[in-house]
């Protein structure tokens, strides 16, 4: 059974980077891709982007890509996601999950709140 | 970008009813890339269904969904308690995925 345990900062400022990663166990990391998504009373479940588990191919929200980046280390069985220049309506539950398209397993969720 | 829109927004059912939910595609959608979720309160989403009709390990046979162009319905046969949350659609067919705005089914 995979298992997803995610971490990172829970409260930043305007124009700060939201940093999050996510750590896989239980199952085989090269059986997946890796995805986040968010979740927003304004906006509802978005997804923002994932990556295959060699970091070759990455695909992200078109309106975000400008200021997310999604990276892997596969030495950990760990994947991770910058949000650059945050506003505050980037205050979401922010989830991290296993890809096939569809999305299996996903993590506890972070609440990421950007308050000045 | 697949715009999907859920109905009703809220289904009120007493327990062993049917629930029947809507999700349309703003635009033709090919089934094989139509997931649904369940979400309770302070829980992540659960997967039920993808490929518009393929059921998840350990989801019940209550649960079945179906598909008719870009029409896509969730049916629960008879509601169990445990049922009652939000619930998702999400397209998965383009580099962009997308999600519905949910129904929830609320105890009646």
């Known amino acids: 059974q995979v298992q997803l345990q995610q971490w990172g900062a829970g409260l930043l400022k305007p124009s700060e980077t939201l940093s999050l990663t996510c750590a896989v166990s239980g199952g085989s990391f090269s059986a997946y891709n890796w995805g986040w998504i968010r979740q927003s009373p304004r906006k509802g479940l978005e997804w923002i982007g994932e990556?295959?588990?060699?970091?070759?191919?990455?695909t992200y929200n078109p309106s975000l890509k400008s200021r997310v980046t999604i990276s892997v280390d596969t030495s950990k069985n760990q994947f991770s996601l910058k949000v650059d220049s945050v506003t505050a309506a980037d205050t979401a539950v922010y989830y991290c999950a296993s890809s096939r398209g569809a999305l299996p397993y996903w993590g506890q969720g972070t609440l990421v709140t950007v308050s000045s | 970008e697949i715009v999907l829109t859920q109905s009703p927004g809220t289904l009120s059912l007493s327990p062993g009813e049917r629930a029947t939910l809507s999700c349309r595609a703003s635009?033709?959608?090919?089934?094989?890339?139509l997931a649904w979720y369940q979400q309770k309160a302070g829980q992540a989403p659960r997967l039920l269904i993808y490929?518009?009709?393929s059921r998840t390990t350990g989801v019940p046979d209550r649960f079945s969904g179906s598909a008719s162009g870009s029409d896509f319905t969730l049916t629960i046969s008879r509601l169990e308690p445990e049922d009652f949350g939000v619930y998702y659609c999400?397209?998965?067919?383009?580099?962009?995925?997308?999600f519905g705005q949910g129904t929830t089914v609320e105890i009646k």
């Open positions: 990556i295959n588990h060699s970091g070759s191919t990455i």
């Open positions: 490929a518009a009709s």
């Open positions: 999400q397209h998965y067919g383009s580099s962009a995925r997308t």
């Open positions: 635009q033709s959608v090919s089934s094989s890339y």
